[in-house]
């Protein structure tokens, strides 16, 4: 079998272990705890419908073992209500919130609207912005046609953004991984439909190969949570 490279992290949108999977999450603790000692990584997903303490991500950081890492979504505020402008000031007050993550901190997300169309001086002002408070890594998602372009590409290397690669994909080029090529973002929605479907045994296999064939920082998230299939599909890719 292909060897996973160890800069790839695997793991869902959120912590929940789904009463089926249970076993296989032994141990005392914390649903995070027991998640922790069998998945490298997890997104966060609940920062983007609302603010959480420092006292909380703090929290959350000391529960999990040292190279365990977190990505967390951007607020909607920031993405979706402001869509990206005028938001210095919820920007920063969500840099303050993860910076307790500490050297857990993994990337940030930024989930665009799907119909955000891509305007250059809008998008390089807020990524450089951005950029001036925080060193980290940074994925985004955009959803509009207009952002899977060789230039748009290009824009977001220069800010050292990666852009996701998602199923389903709103275009096909959606379906690769582009912008910076130091971080590879794997987004996986479910499919046919969305948030619930399982994937496929062969599926999840081509994507194992795939990933092992990948350079630098990898992260694979399944975000087709809502009957469990999320926890189900990253054991299989994680093992």
């Known amino acids: ?46 920062s983007f419908y609302r603010p959480h303490r420092t006292s909380t991500y703090a929290r959350w950081a000391a529960s999990v073992p040292a190279d365990f890492r977190f990505a967390v979504k951007v607020p909607k505020e920031i993405t979706h209500t402001r869509r990206l402008a005028n938001a210095t000031e919820p920007l920063a007050r969500f840099l303050e919130e993860v910076s307790l993550l500490g050297p857990k901190l993994g990337p940030l ?42 230039a748009v590409d290009a824009m977001l290397s220069e800010h050292r953004v990666a852009r996701v690669a998602a199923d389903p994909a709103p275009v096909p080029r959606a379906a690769e991984p582009g912008g910076w090529p130091a971080l590879t973002y794997f987004r996986l929605h479910g499919s046919p439909r969305m948030y619930y479907s399982p994937y496929p045994q062969a599926y999840l296999e081509r994507l194992r190969h795939q990933l092992s064939s990948l350079n630098g920082e990898v992260w694979c998230i399944f975000d087709n949570t809502a009957e469990g299939a999320a926890t189900h599909d990253a054991l299989v890719v994680a093992a």
């Open 109 to 150: 997300l930024i989930q665009l609207p799907p119909s955000l169309v891509f305007h250059q001086d809008l998008v390089s002002e807020f990524l450089q912005n951005l950029r001036n408070s925080f060193a980290g890594d940074l994925a985004c998602e955009p959803r509009h046609p207009s952002w899977f372009t060789d």
């Open 1 to 46: 079998m292909t060897e996973i490279p160890k800069t790839l992290r695997v793991g869902t949108a959120g912590w929940s272990i789904p009463a089926a999977q249970a076993d296989r999450f032994p141990g005392k603790g914390s649903h995070l705890q027991r998640y922790s000692q069998r998945l490298p990584a997890v997104e966060i997903n609940s």
